[in-house]
Antibody, heavy 119, light 107 residues
């Protein structure tokens, strides 16, 4: 059973940095790509980017200037930072991965964490 | 970016009906197309990968087809548990992009 848990503050002020962490269970860290996605209220899904356990990354060009992903292998954790947030960054944020599939076929998902950008 | 045009945006059907959703890519993506089911307040669930392959554990009433720019997702006989929003997703090009979603309701 894969355990995936997103965590982070539910409320972030405009212009500040949104920081989230995805903790994954043993056995699903090494050799996996972990992807961050988000879904604004009532809207569709947006791919933010992925991080490989080795530390390599690939970001959505639309967010690349504001996004940083990092990994802490000692804790089986992947982190996402989005700088200079606005109301448009309000969304449910998911981390997702793949098992026995292409890295972009997401059959492992966290439950999602809701982030609201508001003063 | 590749735009994914999914239609319809919503539909209402009777139990037992055949339901079809289409997704059109703005450029060819071979078979790099997945379909997800999402229920309210839940994360999406992968149903179909690589356009036509049924994910493990997914009922065979779900199917997908297509290649290039035009793709179809079908529920052969709508069941109560199928009430959800369905999303297509391309991964032929970066960034990965999704269709706008189709909300399926019971008539």
């Amino acid at each position: 059973q894969v355990l995936v848990q997103e965590s982070g503050p539910g409320l972030v002020k405009p212009s500040e940095t949104l920081s989230l962490t995805c903790t994954v269970s043993d056995g699903f860290f090494t050799n996996y790509y972990w992807t961050w996605l988000r879904q604004p209220p009532g809207k569709g899904l947006e791919w933010i980017g992925y991080m490989y356990f080795s530390g390599s990354t690939n970001y959505n060009p639309s967010l690349k200037s504001r996004v940083t992903m990092s990994v802490d292998a000692s804790k089986n954790q992947f982190s996402l930072k989005v700088r200079s947030v606005t109301a448009a960054d309000t969304a449910v944020y998911y981390c997702a991965s793949h098992r026995d599939r292409h890295p972009d076929a997401f059959n492992i998902w966290g439950q999602g964490t809701r982030v609201t950008v508001s003063s | 970016d590749i735009q994914m045009t999914q239609s319809p945006s919503s539909l209402s059907a009777s139990l037992g009906d055949r339901v079809t959703i289409t997704c059109q890519a703005s450029q060819g993506i071979s078979n790099y197309l997945n379909w997800y089911q999402q229920k309210p307040g839940k994360a999406p669930k992968l149903l179909i990968y690589d356009a036509s392959n049924l994910e493990t554990g997914v009922p065979p009433r779900f199917s997908g087809s297509g290649s290039g720019t035009d793709f179809t997702f079908t529920i052969s006989s709508l069941q109560p548990d199928d009430i959800a929003t369905y999303h297509c997703q391309q991964y032929g090009n970066v960034p990965v992009t999704f269709g706008g979603g189709t909300k399926v309701e019971i008539k």
